[in-house]
């Protein structure tokens, strides 16, 4: 059974970088033709699509995102993580890791974790 | 305002049967498979539905999915008291170039 597993600071300043790991058990991030992803909620609104990185290391962000994100792998520590820099109030949300990609159909995810940006 | 189109909210009483929709364009809908998604509160999405009509292992009958032109449905069977939730749709754009959300349906069971 894969599981995943966000890890990160809750608090970011305005202007500083979001970073955020996302832990896999249960299987190798860097076996078999899976995407990860990205996916955040801020607090009781709706979800939305950050971005993804591909088994083999190459990554597709969405539009909004894209001149601030970055999402990379690490498959020494089978884990893949996020960077998301000058942000702001609004990016305030909990921040979801997945497993799955450009279908859209995320199978697995990890239980969430809220970062607030405030200072 | 998301590119996908969802009901705000929906409510049926228990054994009742439910339809939510998501309305989309020739970029998304039409072109792609449409997934759903239930989140109950403080937890995170569970994927329902994907390919359009199929079910993760686990996922009830009660639960189908279906897609005409550029929009789709999730159709719910013999409501429960535990199948209140939110409700999501995804699928990806051709033209954003990304996976794209539906803002979400509020399921109630009265």
New interface residues.
């Given amino acids: 059974q894969v599981q995943l597993q966000e890890s990160g600071p809750g608090l970011v300043k305005p202007s500083q970088t979001l970073s955020l790991t996302c832990t896999v058990s249960g299987g190798s991030i860097s076996s078999g033709d899976y995407y990860w992803?990205w996916i955040r909620q801020p607090p009781g609104k709706?979800?939305?699509?950050i971005g993804?990185i591909y088994y083999i290391g190459s990554a597709?962000?969405?539009?909004s995102l894209e001149s601030r994100t970055t999402v990379s792998l690490d498959t020494s520590k089978n884990l893949f993580s996020l960077k998301l820099s000058s942000v702001s109030a609004a990016d305030t949300a909990v921040y979801?890791c997945?497993r799955g990609?450009?279908?859209?159909?995320?199978?697995y995810?990890?239980?969430?974790t809220l970062v607030t940006v405030s200072s | 305002q998301s590119v996908l189109t969802q009901p705000p909210s929906a409510s049926g009483t228990p054994g009742q049967r439910v339809t939510i929709s998501c309305s989309g364009s020739n970029s998304n809908i039409r072109r792609n498979t449409v997934n759903w998604y239930q989140q109950l509160p403080g937890t995170a999405p569970k994927l329902l539905i994907y390919s359009i009509g199929q079910r993760p292992s686990g996922v009830p009958d009660r639960f189908s999915g279906s897609k005409s032109d550029t929009s789709a449905s999730l159709a719910i069977s013999d409501l429960q008291s535990e199948d209140e939730a939110d409700y999501y749709c995804a699928v990806w754009d051709d033209s954003l170039k990304g996976v794209i959300f539906g803002g979400g349906t509020k399921l109630t069971v009265l």
């Fill in positions: 992803s709706g979800l939305e699509w993804y597709h962000y969405n539009p979801f997945a990609g450009p279908s859209g159909d995320f199978d995810w990890g239980q969430g």
